[in-house]
């Protein structure tokens, strides 16, 4: 059973950090492609960026030079670094494993940022 669990998101202001972490289960993670996603309120969600693994990263345009992505391996564990963040940035932020994108099965609870002006 695929389980994913977002954490690290809250209430930041404009210019200041964040790091989310998703704890995954269920899966052979280690040959998936991982990816970060957001969805903020009245949009469509979207990509931020993804993680194959052997580590080659896709970023998003709006978030490139901005965030970075990650993960080990051995802990079943993908991150996600926020620095610079904008007003724009604000969403519910979700994990999953790039395969599931399309099905409405599997994605976990998110984790809120929200960024001030």
């Known amino acids: 059973q695929v389980q994913l669990v977002e954490s690290g998101g809250g209430l930041v202001q404009a210019g200041g950090s964040l790091r989310l972490s998703c704890a995954a289960s269920?899966?052979?993670?280690?040959?998936?492609?991982m990816g970060w996603y957001r969805q903020a309120p009245g949009k469509t969600r979207e990509m931020v960026a993804t993680i194959t693994s052997g580590g080659i990263t896709v970023y998003a345009d709006s978030v490139k030079g901005r965030f970075t992505i990650s993960r080990d391996n051995a802990k079943n564990m993908v991150y996600l670094q926020l620095n610079s963040l904008k007003p724009e940035d604000t969403a519910v932020y979700y994990c999953?494993?790039?395969?599931?994108?399309?099905?409405?099965?599997?994605w976990g609870q998110g984790t809120q940022v929200t960024v001030s002006s």
């Open positions: 999953i494993p790039a395969i599931l994108v399309h099905s409405d099965n599997y």
């Open positions: 269920g899966f052979d993670f280690n040959i998936k492609t």
